[in-house]
């Protein structure tokens, strides 16, 4: 079940950059759960990664190496998350990485190691390691497609974006993938995000660009409220195009990162659209506020509600529900006779209460469809930030009940 036809497109290569896909049969016989990343010489990667205290061991010894060395391969699991693993699971993180490295000839700083599956078992490192020798042989810039699956955990359909843009003369590709469905709300979302173009960047422009784009779109996803051990997503600008380095002072960033938004908006939407049990997107728009963090925390308090949720699922315009969450939102002397809240182009919220010009007809008219907007005006400033979600339907609970088995 999942919001929208959300078919892949036809991926640009990008010059610099193969994949590979195997299977470890990690929780599946079979299934294609090895995903690996080869980078061409002088690329540069920057990175997110959750804010989660209990980060994963892949999570830690990506940034480790990251800072140590420019990745020439990412490797990458799903199956398992190897988080709550202690000890063990950093020397199991750090065991593939070495293993990967000495089949590539590069030094396992060189290789960036992400997970994503059930917290707290331990690795499975003799089903990875078996499997590295095949997902190294199949290496290609056009399995892409391939490699969107192969990270999928309890996604119902793989998710990628590909676009081109002309630099001064010059077409540079951008393609990417993700996953998630459930265990969502980022702090940098289990989610899992990789970027890949074949432009040079500078690495203080390469890091801006991923931290403010980040931000702008994984960043303002939700499903469930819960931060993952595991959340990362990596920019990767391999340099292989004919073009001049990008700067931040470079003509050509704005246009760069234009394309780069679209494609991290549209992989951090179809996470969303994939929600474990979603039927229908939502996109929550707080304005007027007096602050970022205050109109983060009013769209975050409506779609982190059970109560909005449910009635979203059902269709049931309860906009009670919603006025609710906003006054709980802990925004200091709120003027609830000032604000106002729609539904769609429905206004449910004036003066304190229902607006006067509110019908039940009205409000169900908007509940019925698939992808629906609530828009909260404040009214207290000139702060504006939106905030991406789904419903709670009965398979959320479905799936997250019979996750282990």
């Not at 002309?166 to 265990?183: E, N």
């Not at 919220?349 to 509940?367: F, H, K, L, N, T």
Request: aromatic content about 6%; hydrophobic content about 45%; glycine content about 10%.
């Amino acid at each position: 079940m999942a919001v929208g036809p959300g078919n892949l497109p036809e991926f640009f290569p990008v010059a610099g950059v193969k994949l590979g896909i195997a299977s470890a049969g990690i929780k599946k016989p079979g299934h294609k759960d090895i995903v690996v990343f080869e980078l061409a010489p002088g690329s540069r990667v920057a990175g997110l990664f959750t804010r989660n205290q209990f980060c994963a061991a892949p999570v830690t010894l990506s940034r480790k190496h990251l800072a140590e060395k420019a990745p020439r391969y990412l490797l990458i699991n799903t199956g398992n998350a190897n988080a709550g693993t202690g000890a063990r699971g950093m020397a199991d993180a750090l065991a593939c990485c070495q293993a990967l490295a000495e089949h590539a000839g590069v030094g396992a700083a060189e290789v960036l190691p992400f997970s994503t599956g059930v917290i707290g078992e331990p690795l499975p490192i003799q089903k990875i390691l078996s499997a590295l020798p095949e997902a190294l042989d199949s290496m290609a810039d056009n399995r892409w497609a391939e490699a969107a699956s192969g990270i999928m955990t309890t996604d119902t359909r793989p998710k990628g974006a590909s676009v081109q843009v002309d630099l001064g003369g010059h077409t540079v590709s951008i393609s990417g993938i993700s996953k998630g469905a459930g265990m969502i709300r980022p702090n940098m979302a289990t989610m899992l995000g990789f970027i890949a173009t074949d432009a040079r960047i500078a690495p203080d422009a390469l890091q801006a660009l991923a931290s403010e784009l980040g931000e702008q779109s994984f960043n303002r996803i939700t499903i469930d409220g819960d931060t993952s051990t595991n959340d990362a997503c990596t920019l990767i600008a391999s340099g292989q195009y004919a073009g001049p380095e990008i700067t931040l002072d470079s003509p050509y960033l704005p246009a760069l990162k234009a394309a780069l938004k679209d494609i991290y908006m549209e992989l951090a939407h179809a996470i969303v659209r994939d929600g474990e049990g979603a039927t229908k997107f939502i996109t929550i728009q707080v304005s007027g506020a007096a602050a970022q963090q205050e109109a983060l925390d009013v769209a975050y308090t409506v779609a982190h509600s059970p109560l909005v949720k449910t009635a979203l699922f059902a269709s049931d315009p309860n906009w009670g529900r919603i006025l609710a969450a906003v006054g709980r939102a802990g925004v200091v002397d709120l003027d609830v006779n000032a604000l106002e809240i729609h539904l769609g182009d429905v206004c449910l919220v004036r003066g304190g209460g229902r607006a006067e010009d509110y019908s039940e007809e009205r409000g169900q008219a908007v509940m019925d469809q698939e992808e629906i907007t609530i828009a909260i005006d404040l009214k207290r400033g000139e702060v504006n930030e939106t905030v991406w979600t789904c419903d709670f339907s009965h398979d959320y609970v479905t799936i997250n009940a019979d996750y282990r088995s």
